[in-house]
């Protein structure tokens, strides 16, 4: 024969019965901090890519001028490896656990 327990009888009434709150969030105070980390990565490297365009001087559109600034370092190399960096500082991010 199965008894059926009653949680709130009257035997327990006026005992503490506080139970302690458990935190069930997957992310932790650390996770944050990569994802942060992670989303500057990114941030910074889309900053880096930016710039004037291949026809452009001196802010102005010249058809009949090349900016080589477009084929720099820092746009072609530096910038994408940052922001790809970042994308698996993200990935890190998530699959941390606590």
Do not use: H, Q
């Not at 005992?15 to 650390?30: H, I, L, S």
């Not at 944050?32 to 365009?53: A, E, N, P, R, T």
């Not at 009949?64 to 490896?81: T, V, Y």
Request: hydrophobic share 45%; net charge positive.
């Amino acid at each position: 024969m199965n008894k059926k327990i009653n949680k709130f009888s009257a035997s327990d009434f006026g005992k503490d019965t506080a139970t302690p709150e458990v935190n069930n969030f997957y992310f932790g105070r650390e996770n944050f901090k990569w994802m942060l980390i992670g989303l500057v990565c990114i941030v910074l490297g889309f900053l880096l890519m930016m710039g004037s365009d291949a026809n452009t001087v001196d802010g102005k559109f010249n058809p009949n001028s090349w900016n080589e600034g477009i084929f720099s370092i820092r746009r072609i190399r530096i910038a994408p490896l940052l922001v790809v960096t970042g994308f698996v500082i993200e990935v890190y991010a998530i699959l941390k656990r606590k």
